[in-house]
C-alpha cells in the first residue's frame, strides 16, 4: 500500500500523474492529508473514481487515542497513540505563553539504552515513517482543537537514528500548505550521534539542536549512556563546535540531574571548562523518576545551575510541565506494556 502522507509534494504529483490525474489534484491531496482527513471519501472535491482507485491503492494512517491524560496543574496534554499495526506512541502538548509546543515520537521504542529513561527498555520496535511523525501533529491539533506552534523532538526515539524519515518530516511539516511551522520554531534532541550531527550540519537548516550531554566526563556519561562508549565527550564536542560553525546555531544542551551522579559542584566546573568559548546554552531538567530504574531526582539543581552562571554559562531549569500525568518519555507506553502484561486495565484508572 502507498503511504501518501509520507509523500513530498513533486512525488505526489508524479504519483497522481501517473493515475492520469492533473497537476492540481496533488495539492488538493496534500492539503486534505495534511489536515488530518480520516478517509478518502471526506476528500470532496476529488472525482469519485479517484477517491475508489486511491482507497484501493493507498493507506491512511489514522492514529486512534489509546490514552489521554490531562494534567490538572497546567493543561498538558499526554496522548498514546495507536498506530495502525497496534504499537503505541507518545506525544504531549504543552502550553506556553508563547504558544502550544507539541513533544513527538521519532520511533516506537529506542535502542539507544540511557539508563535513566524509560522509552529504551525494551528496545527499538520500529522507525515511525515520516507520515506517522507528521500524524502526531496533525491530530494532537485536530482532537485538542488548540494551534501548534512550535515541535520539540524529544518523545520516544532516537531521532538521528532514523535520519531520513525524521528529515523528510520536518520537511512536510513545514510545508506552508501543510502545518506551515518554521524550522526556528523545531528542536531536534539527539544523544549524539556523532556522524549524523555533521550530517544535518551539511543541510544547514535553522532548526535548533539539543544535545543530550547528561554528563560531562566519559566515566560518568558511559555509565549513564552505552552510545558514550563508542565516541567520547570531547570528540562530541568537536561535533557541536562544527555544527554551530557551519549552521550559525547555537546548541541547546540537555542535562537530566540525577542525585549522586551528575550534580556535583565539581561536575559544574567541569561542564563549564568543557562549554567554554563555545556558544550554547545548557537545560538542567529535574530527573523524572522511572519505576525501573534505581536513580534518584537531583536535590542541588539550584546550586549547581548557579555555579554553572558563576562560570558565565547559562543555564536554564526546565519547568515540569505535567508532572502530574506520567508526561516523561516513554512512561505511558511503557505503562501499557508492562500492564498488558500482567493483564490489569484499563481505561481511565490513573
Ligand atoms: N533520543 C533523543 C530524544 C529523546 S528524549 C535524545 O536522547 O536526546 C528527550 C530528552 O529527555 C533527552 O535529553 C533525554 O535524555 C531526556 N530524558 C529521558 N528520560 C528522562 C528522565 N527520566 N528524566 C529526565 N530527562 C529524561
Not at 238 to 267: H, K, L, P
Not at 298 to 318: I, K, P, Y
Request: proline share 4%; with cysteine; hydrophobic share 35%.
Amino acid at each position: 500500500m502507498t503511504d501518501l502522507k509520507s509523500m513530498l509534494p513533486e512525488e505526489l504529483e508524479d504519483y497522481l500523474k501517473e493515475l492520469g490525474q492533473p497537476k492540481f489534484r496533488a495539492m488538493q491531496v496534500f492539503r486534505w492529508l495534511h489536515q488530518g482527513a480520516e478517509s478518502f471519501d471526506e476528500m470532496t472535491d476529488l472525482p469519485k473514481a479517484l477517491r475508489e482507485k486511491l482507497k484501493e491503492q493507498c493507506m491512511l494512517t489514522v492514529p486512534q487515542v489509546e490514552r489521554k491524560q490531562v494534567s490538572r496543574m497546567d493543561g498538558t496534554v499526554k496522548y498514546l497513540w495507536r498506530l495502525w499495526d497496534g504499537n503505541c506512541v507518545e506525544t504531549v502538548l504543552m502550553r506556553y505563553k508563547h504558544g502550544n509546543t507539541v513533544c513527538v515520537s521519532s520511533q516506537v521504542g529506542c535502542n539507544m539504552g540511557c539508563a535513566f529513561c524509560a522509552s529504551t527498555l525494551g528496545g527499538k520496535v520500529r522507525d515511525l515513517a515520516p507520515g506517522e511523525i507528521l500524524d502526531q501533529v496533525i491530530f494532537t491539533r485536530k482532537d485538542s482543537g488548540e494551534a501548534v506552534s512550535n515541535i520539540v523532538m524529544m518523545g520516544i526515539g532516537e531521532p538521528l537514528d532514523n535520519f531520513d524519515h525524521v528529515l523528510r518530516f520536518l520537511t512536510l511539516v513545514n510545508h506552508p500548505e501543510g502545518a506551515n511551522i518554521g524550522m526556528r520554531h523545531i528542536s531536534v534532541s539527539t544523544c549524539g550521534l556523532v556522524e549524523k550531527i555533521d550530517k544535518l550540519a551539511r543541510l544547514g537548516l535553522q532548526l535548533t539542536l539539543s544535545v543530550s550531554l547528561h554528563a560531562p566526563d566519559d566515566s560518568v556519561r558511559s555509565r549513564l549512556m552505552p552510545v558514550n562508549r563508542a565516541v567520547g565527550v570531547e570528540t562530541l564536542m568537536d561535533a557541536c563546535r562544527r555544527y554551530f560553525e557551519t549552521t550559525g546555531r547555537r546548541i541547546s544542551y540537555e542535562y537530566a540531574m540525577i542525585d549522586g551522579v551528575n550534580d556535583s559542584d565539581e561536575q559544574a566546573d567541569r561542564l563549564a571548562k568543557l562549554l567554554r568559548g563555545q556558544p550554547g546554552h545548557v537545560n538542567l531538567i529535574p530527573l523524572n523518576e522511572v519505576a525501573e530504574s534505581p536513580l534518584k531526582p537531583s536535590r542541588r539543581v539550584r546550586q549547581f545551575q548557579q555555579r554553572l552562571e558563576g562560570h558565565g554559562v547559562t543555564a536554564t531549569v526546565r519547568r515540569r510541565l505535567g508532572s502530574d500525568i506520567d508526561a516523561a518519555c516513554g512512561q505511558l507506553r511503557r505503562r501499557r506494556i508492562v500492564e498488558g502484561e500482567t493483564q490489569i486495565p484499563e481505561e481511565g484508572s490513573n
